[in-house]
């Protein structure tokens, strides 16, 4: 069975940092596409950054290009997200998930097969 494990959430305060990691477990993350989103209170699911299955090519929202960076490591089968510069408004509940859709759909969350439990991240003024 699949699963994606989330850690490294917690509180940062505006300017500062914090990494994400997304565990897998039960196949290997080369083979697919691994993406973070997140989900504010009382907004929609947002996608924030993809690593493509095919040569590790990495695409950004607008909104976090410049400031987060999304790797992966074979050895540990993990996928990363590093935030630096955050700001308030990356506060929300932050979520891996795995996919082997086309690179037209990358930011499309409904094609997603396996998510993460979600992970919070709050960022303070």
């Known amino acids: 069975q699949v699963q994606l494990a989330e850690s490294g959430g917690g509180l940062a305060q505006a300017g500062g940092s914090l990494r994400l990691s997304c565990a897998a477990s039960?196949?290997?993350?080369?083979?697919?596409?691994m993406a973070w989103f997140r989900q504010a209170p009382g907004k929609e699911r947002e996608f924030v950054a993809v690593i493509r299955r095919s040569g590790g090519i990495t695409n950004y929202a607008d909104s976090v290009k410049g400031r987060f960076t999304i790797s992966r490591d074979s050895a540990s089968n993990a996928v990363y997200l590093q935030m630096n510069s955050q700001d308030p408004e990356d506060a929300a509940v932050y979520y891996c998930a795995e996919g082997q859709q086309s690179t037209s759909a990358l930011g499309e969350g409904g094609m997603y097969h396996t998510w993460g439990q979600g992970n919070q991240v709050t960022v303070t003024t």
């Open positions: 039960g196949n290997t993350i080369r083979a697919y596409n």
